[in-house]
């Protein structure tokens, strides 16, 4: 069991939920929102029955394996920026793995934590009334994967051939995702557009193939608009918006 005393001493003036087992901490979250829970409240779990990734699809969260959680947000942003959130977690999970690990890691517009091109983590945010859920796994210990996950993930025991602690991910990831949100917050979307483009590889000149519902787009990325949406850049010089993931290499 994670030492979720260390956690919290380590994090004044914040409460560290941390459960044996649950469906998925994006539900134990959206509740403490519903009780009215203080912004930055997180809950997580050694292992998640029902853990929830994007589009629909599920998690797998091992017990003991790697790190579930999710914070409760309340950010006075206006409903624009909000697709920043995801960014800006991003690149403060992203900071947090490497200056814990060592490991660099790439980002994936919007919002997968990569070493190389296998996937180690990533994020979902949900609405919730007035609250934003945001939810980060990142495979930790795990051995090995699933067939069809195989090919495509990665955790930091398989990048590195060491068996991490994961108190000081998650404390330094906390950490971070306050100094990130407090510059998307204090300085706009702009600065985090910026620190993204810089983060990762994928925002500016990347082959890729961009899945749209039941369409396979193929091109070039072109950096991301004011918005903070990714520009796809077509052989035949045409360009699409991209305003939701489903982005890999081609
Ligand atoms: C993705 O599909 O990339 C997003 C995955 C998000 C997984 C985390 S694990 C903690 C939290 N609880 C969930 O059920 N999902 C998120």
Redesign the pocket.
């Known amino acids: 069991m994670l030492n979720v005393d260390f956690v919290s001493e380590s994090l004044e003036n914040r409460t560290v939920l941390w459960l044996e087992q649950t469906d ?4 134990d979250a959206a509740r403490l929102a519903d009780g009215g829970c203080p912004s930055g409240t997180v809950v ?2 050694e292992e ?1 029955t ?6 629909g ?1 599920g ?1 797998l ?1 091992g017990k003991e394996e ?1 790190l ?3 914070t409760v947000l309340r950010l006075p942003l206006q409903p624009a920026q909000q697709p920043m959130v995801t960014m800006a977690v991003g690149l403060a999970v992203a900071e947090a793995i490497t200056s814990t690990t060592g490991i660099p890691v790439d980002l994936r517009w919007p ?2 934590i990569l070493v190389g091109d296998r ?1 180690l ?4 945010v949900q609405q919730h009334n007035s609250a934003l859920v945001c ?3 990142i495979n930790v210990n795990q051995e090995a994967f699933p067939q069809e996950l195989a090919p495509i993930a990665t955790s930091l025991l398989l990048s590195s051939g060491r068996r991490l602690a994961r108190e000081p991910i998650l404390i330094e990831a906390l950490r971070a995702m306050d100094r990130h949100l407090d510059i998307l917050v204090n300085q706009g979307t702009e600065a985090i557009l910026q620190l993204f483009t810089a983060a990762s590889s994928y925002v500016s000149g990347r082959r890729v193939v961009v899945e749209q519902g039941d369409t396979l787009l193929r091109g070039t990325t072109a950096g991301l608009d004011a918005s903070g949406f990714l520009l796809l850049r077509h052989d035949d010089g045409s360009q699409t918006l991209i305003l939701a993931g489903g982005v890999r290499p081609e």
Do not use: E, P, V
């Open positions: 998925s901490t994006m539900l997580g779990a998640q029902a853990g929830q990734g994007r589009h699809r998690w969260s790697g579930y959680f999710s919002n997968d996937k983590c990533g994020i979902l939810g980060i796994g």
